[in-house]
């Protein structure tokens, strides 16, 4: 099914190649267009995004089975598909949520960082080659590890910044080490290939075993899930918020998408294996997530904390790796991505009013701005798995998949973190409609993108609530074509 | 196309809800307006329900189907029988009395209102429930309003520990429930959560065995199931008014109705394993939610731990498995959540008044407020199970059911009769009764609007106990059909 003539190819790839496209123009703009109006670049670069998304739905669209592209580097499918739609539109509410957040020197380079990421995450998620996801990986990376350092006056960013270069760096190198076995031992870079060579009777399941346990660090590390999620708490505190929103979603779901893939065309010759690693770290994950979390004082720093409980629950979905489970993680990272870009814009808009992100900042949220505590309560809700809001569904699934495979005991450790995790998340709705305002307060301004932002999310966190058909559809669609072989 | 009145009856509360949350709190006045109306429509609407006809289908009536999400087999799917039928009614007086004995609510009532109304459609929708996934949707649906109703608005001493503990016990019970409602999903092989179907799946002996507990008690825990009682006197105590009522009145019968309804009617065989476990516990509530009423000196929670002693009594019935029993479960839900609706309205409106819960701080209240003892009363008759009263025609087939499988029961649990009234009767003469105390004199009278949700609540109480037919017939035939379930004749 290799693409048969390069106009195809181009066509599939159109949206990537956008997106680098942009990130120049977004640059070069920045550069030459001196007196533009303050915002001029932000709406620029969600019109981009959209662009891209458009493109992305007339062009490629996966109408018929996987198509390999670029002589097997990049798979268009439909899971590259949907998340490539998750990423575009992640990245278009992190732009929106980030324009105060600016500094007006900074940004141009700000937004092509960000773009050049998105471009990261994309090939990520399409990539069928070690050498190309090795890539992928990498483009993905190195811009946020500037952005999380971009505000580098500030200590905390720019010890955010260069704690989580350290940590990617330190694990991509393990995984690389990782990649240069299968290299080793196939002779080949595509997936496909690679999967021949690990068949059990070519190779003993131990060496495959300790292949998969290096690759895997990569991956946990990049979905923040325990042991590698040290980095989490201290980059999302010091991180301009916006990017701590964007890593813990956009990248978490980049991270899901090529480990998704990468389990189930490299590492399906041994499912006991895959489970019993992945089932360990969901496990560790919900536990330190959850626990850690009950102790936070700074509403950024528990976000992070509950972001590495829920990448546990997501991975219950893909250690258990039936159509139920990779669908059910995928309508997770849906719902997720809303839900947790709706809590850091709320912070975002708090922060930026208060100076603070301590949980203080947030009593009495209800009295100074009803529907701001309404939306950051959804998102906590949600979070919780609560209905009639998006995390419920997610949470649903996964533990649904769990049963079905028969490891009730991995969804009844999942559902009683469920239990710790909604204790803290209605401790900070208490915060908010009970405790009382602080003194010397004013109203809170939300300006105008901050509310277009919080409205799509707060829609986004209802309609995945109760309608779930349609997303259900592609979430089913996507797992179904991974797990086609 | 029957006009889908179980769907307007769901989603009048929700729409208000909805609504209410787009108002200013300015607008009290409005808010209370559309609260008021909404309620009352579902009011009327609950009672309309018993004399409009319906096709009957598998013992359903008022049955809607829309697909949700086919391909795993769930829908939107509500239909009643006669045993959910009074509890739609009972959601309805309630949801209606909350309203009025509320209408003083000063701090942000449009939060108030609303989150009152998402209650109440989150009771009515498990109520109508032919759906698992729908009827857990529902269930939890309560989660928030519950907590921020209670932590909001509750007594300040207690609002937080009573709020969270009853909804992280709340919420535990029921994802509990949900690992067994999936091993039911898939244990079943039939791709659907329709309760129509499953009950049909002929589920294997040894796999009803395992998870009938997982699910019965995963829900029963909402009814106050020893031992996990101790979140229902907490959280109901620091609820304020109206969501104590709703809370003690309607969502401890939700969770009696889902463990019904899931546990003994989609795993019958479990039910008659376990049976023996469900009468032990349920007579350990009886007996021991009595003793702990009777040593309660705050008369709040005098009402909160005799809600776990006649919940016991519902568990009873169900674990009877018979005809007497299961009866007797259906008018003693609807019985005691009027009753324990109007003991928490009469313990408000005494609050009001006096600011002191405390027994010892109360006195002689009948001559101030006459007809708020007389509510009092007439739920302590009730509560005792006094002839003429809907608590008597409840418990004595109760009782008879339990003396059929296990005569031990019936005479443990019947002890409680005598605790019951015990404390009920002193509870009324040390409050009511007596000297008035210094600090108690020239107390106003209860509004009107209170008087109307006394009058309302004691006559209903009074009408079942005198005609008993008006819902016992109808939960008859719901009986039958889950005798049906569980084999024929027992």
Not at chain 1, 57 to 86: E, N, T
Not at chain 1, 287 to 307: E, H, M
């Amino acid at each position: 099914m290799t693409g048969s003539f390069p106009a195809a190819m181009l066509l599939k790839s159109l949206p990537e190649i956008s997106l680098v496209i942009l990130a120049g123009l977004v640059l070069l703009l920045s550069l030459v267009w001196k007196k533009r109006p303050p915002q001029a670049l932000t709406w620029i670069t969600i019109a981009g995004l959209m662009l891209c998304l458009l493109l992305a739905l007339l062009f490629a669209l996966p109408v018929k089975g996987p198509y390999l592209i670029w002589g097997g580097l990049l798979k268009i499918d439909v899971l590259s598909f949907l998340f490539r739609m998750i990423f575009l539109t992640g990245a278009a509410l992190t732009v929106l949520i980030s324009v105060e957040r600016q500094p007006s020197q900074g940004q141009g380079e700000y937004l092509a960082l960000l773009i050049t990421s998105v471009f990261g995450m994309c090939l990520m998620a399409a990539s069928a080659d070690i050498l190309m996801l090795y890539l992928a990986i990498e483009i993905t990376a190195m811009p946020l590890f500037i952005l999380a350092a971009f505000q580098f006056r500030q200590k905390k960013s720019a010890e955010a910044g260069l704690k989580y270069f350290l940590y990617g760096a330190m694990t991509s190198t393990v995984m690389v080490f990782g990649f240069s076995l299968l290299f080793g031992i196939s002779g080949q870079t595509g997936y496909s290939a690679i999967a021949a060579a690990l068949e059990p009777d070519r190779l003993p399941v131990s060496l495959t075993a300790g292949i998969f346990m290096l690759v895997l660090v990569g991956f946990l590390f990049k979905v923040s899930a325990a042991p590698f999620h040290f980095w989490a708490p201290d980059v999302y505190e010091g991180a301009p918020t916006p990017i701590a929103g964007f890593l813990s979603t956009a990248s978490k779901a980049a991270g899901f998408a090529a480990l998704l893939r990468i389990l189930q065309e490299v590492f399906r010759a041994s499912p006991e294996l895959r489970f019993g690693l992945l089932a360990a770290a969901a496990v560790a994950s919900m536990l330190i997530g959850n626990f850690l979390a009950l102790r936070q004082k700074n509403l950024k720093r528990l976000l992070a904390y509950s972001s590495i409980a829920q990448a546990g629950y997501i991975l219950v979905g893909a250690a258990v790796g039936t159509p139920l489970g990779a669908s059910g993680a995928i309508y997770y990272l849906i719902a997720y991505l809303v839900t947790n870009l709706a809590a850091f814009g709320a912070v975002a808009v708090v922060s930026s009013n208060t100076g603070s992100d301590q949980i203080a900042a947030f009593s009495g949220l209800n009295r100074r701005n009803a529907a701001l505590a309404l939306v950051l309560g959804a998102a906590l809700l949600s979070l919780g798995g609560v209905p009639v809001f998006a995390g419920f569904f997610g949470k649903f699934l996964v533990f649904a998949s769990a049963v079905q495979a028969g490891a009730v005991w991995l969804a009844v450790i999942g559902v009683l973190n469920a239990v710790v995790g909604l204790y803290y998340y209605l401790n900070l709705l208490k915060v908010m409609y009970l405790d009382p305002v602080p003194e010397g307060s004013g109203p809170l301004t939300v300006v105008f993108p901050w509310k277009a932002a919080l409205l799509v999310c707060a829609a986004g966190i209802l309609v995945l609530g109760f309608i779930y058909r349609p997303w259900y559809h592609w979430a089913d669609l996507a797992a179904q074509m991974l797990l086609l072989h | 196309m029957q006009f889908p009145y179980l769907s307007v009856l769901i989603f009048t509360p929700l729409a208000a809800a909805v609504i209410l949350l787009l108002l200013p709190n300015r607008q009290a006045r409005l808010i209370r307006a559309i609260a008021l109306t909404a309620s009352a429509l579902v009011l009327g609407l609950s009672a309309a329900l018993f004399f409009i006809s319906s096709p009957v289908v598998d013992g359903y009536r008022f049955i809607e189907k829309i697909d949700w999400l086919p391909e795993l087999g769930i829908s939107y799917h509500v239909g009643v029988d006669g045993f959910s039928l009074p509890l739609l009614l009972l959601a309805g007086l309630v949801a209606f009395s909350g309203v009025l004995v509320s209408w003083n609510v000063q701090d942000r009532p449009r939060e108030f209102f609303s989150f009152f109304m998402f209650l109440v459609a989150s009771v009515l929708g498990v109520f109508s429930s032919l759906d698992l996934f729908q009827l857990f949707f529902f269930f939890e649906l309560a989660v928030f309003p519950k907590y921020l109703m209670i932590v909001m608005w509750g007594s300040p001493q207690t609002r937080e520990y009573g709020g969270m503990k009853l909804t992280l016990y709340l919420f535990l019970g029921s994802v509990v429930a949900l690992v067994g409602v999936f091993a039911l999903y898939f244990g079943s092989g039939l791709n659907t959560f329709d309760m129509l179907a499953l009950e049909k799946a002929g589920l294997p002996l040894a796999f009803q065995q395992i998870w009938f507990p997982v699910i019965f008690i995963g829900f029963a825990v909402l009814a106050g199931i020893f031992p996990f009682y101790s979140w229902a006197p907490d959280g109901h105590v620091a609820a304020p008014t109206a969501v104590s009522m709703l809370l003690a009145g309607v969502e401890m019968k939700v969770g009696a109705f889902a463990a019904l309804r899931i546990g003994i009617e989609l795993l019958p065989q479990g039910a008659q394993h376990w049976a023996w476990l469900i009468l032990l516990l349920g007579t350990i509530n009886v007996v021991y939610g009595a003793l702990l009423a009777m040593a309660q000196k705050d008369l709040k929670y005098v009402i909160g731990y005799s809600s776990v002693s006649h919940m016991g009594l519902v568990l009873i019935g169900f674990a009877a498995l018979n005809q007497q029993g299961l009866l007797g479960a259906g008018l003693q839900m609807f019985s005691h959540g009027v009753m324990t609706a109007l003991f928490f309205a009469v313990v408000g409106m005494v609050y009001d008044r006096t600011h002191t819960r405390d027994i010892g701080q109360l006195g002689g209240l009948a001559r101030f407020m006459p007809l708020a003892a007389f509510g009092f009363i007439v739920s302590g008759l009730v509560s005792m199970g006094m002839p003429g009263f809907s608590g008597f025609v409840a418990e004595i087939p109760i009782y008879l059911g339990a003396w059929r499988v296990a005569p031990w029961v019936a005479v443990v649990s019947a002890v409680s009769i005598v605790i019951t009234a015990a404390y009920i009767l002193l509870v009324v003469r040390r409050v009511f009764f007596g000297e008035v105390p210094q600090s108690l004199s020239a107390l106003e009278d209860i509004h009107t609007r209170d008087k109307l949700v006394v009058l309302m609540l004691s006559l209903v109480m009074i009408a079942v106990g005198l005609l008993p037919g008006l819902i016992s017939a109808g939960i008859s035939d719901g009986v039958n059909r889950i005798l049906q379930l569980l084999g024929g004749s027992l």
